[in-house]
């Protein structure tokens, strides 16, 4: 249930930022866009894509300072990459830093109680199946001393998101994709995994999972996931209880919303407003 206590947010509001670089785990970053005032403020998880295998903190920082000048404290994080640390190494990674910056929030004038997340593809990846599965044995396995809090999510915003790795996994066979493939197979190691760490198929299969409210943005020209496997994950969703908003970006390809422009502008405009009626929604 709810706290009554949970924070407010204003998307129109324009706030200065400090940056500041921590390590949420031994050996794992984090970097912190802290709105400057007393707060609260919102507080909002990012993760990283690069198909599992690649990048860091730093790969949606125009986003990320985007919504934190709007009055969010945003943490992004560094996680164990593939293919030295295959599935489900990440998901736990994420799962610990969730509850991290909820055990954590207070320090940065952030409210536990609105703690969010947002992936970038093969991050959206992560962040939905954590969110869908936040106490799975697992994803929950790492330990975080003197804290009692858990790993469920007020919401969910996911930036073309590989929801079904293992279609993406045929798409990118059958496409002749190597890379795509190559890391598929370096994160997930089998098929099997592949099925089994799937949000579409979590779906499909009927598991009992957590629905949290979730905003997908993905463009018609995305050549790493068709947005037709897309609109049938926000189907299935909408169908096991969730609520799910699809926003279909005309023309514009994979990784559009990591760099300025006027793509990534109407994006993040729709996150904000998004996380604005999540916040009111559950106060």
Request: glycine share 6%; with cysteine.
């Amino acid at each position: 249930m709810a706290s009554k206590s949970i924070t407010r947010y204003d998307p129109e509001q324009v706030c200065e930022i400090s940056v500041e670089d921590l390590e949420y785990q031994p050996g794992l970053a984090v970097r912190v866009y802290q709105p400057k005032g007393t707060g609260p403020f919102p507080a909002l998880l990012d993760v990283h894509g690069g198909a599992w295998t690649l990048g860091d903190r730093t790969g949606a920082e125009v986003r990320d300072r985007a919504l934190a000048e709007s009055g969010i404290v945003v943490a992004a994080i560094e996680f164990r990459l593939a293919p030295e640390h295959p599935y489900p190494a990440q998901v736990a990674d994420f799962n610990l830093a969730v509850r991290w910056l909820k055990s954590r929030a207070a320090d940065f004038q952030g409210d536990p109680q609105s703690v969010g997340a947002i992936g970038s593809s093969s991050g959206g990846h992560t962040v939905l199946l954590s969110a869908m599965r936040p106490h799975h044995p697992s994803y929950s396995s790492l330990d975080l001393p003197d804290s009692d809090v858990d790993a469920t999510l007020r919401y969910v915003l996911s930036v073309y998101p590989i929801v079904d790795p293992y279609a993406r996994y045929q798409f990118a066979q059958e496409t002749e994709k190597t890379f795509l493939v190559e890391s598929s197979e370096g994160y997930f190691l089998t098929t099997d995994a592949m099925k089994e760490g799937n949000p579409f198929q979590i779906l499909q299969r009927r598991e009992n999972a957590y629905l949290p409210p979730t905003l997908i943005v993905q463009g018609t020209a995305d050549e790493n996931l068709p947005v037709q496997v897309t609109e049938q994950f926000a189907d299935a969703y909408r169908e096991a209880g969730g609520t799910i908003e699809l926003e279909i970006f005309q023309d514009t390809p994979h990784a559009f919303a990591e760099h300025p422009g006027p793509e990534t502008d109407r994006a993040v405009a729709l996150m904000k407003k998004f996380v604005a009626r999540c916040l009111t929604d559950a106060a």
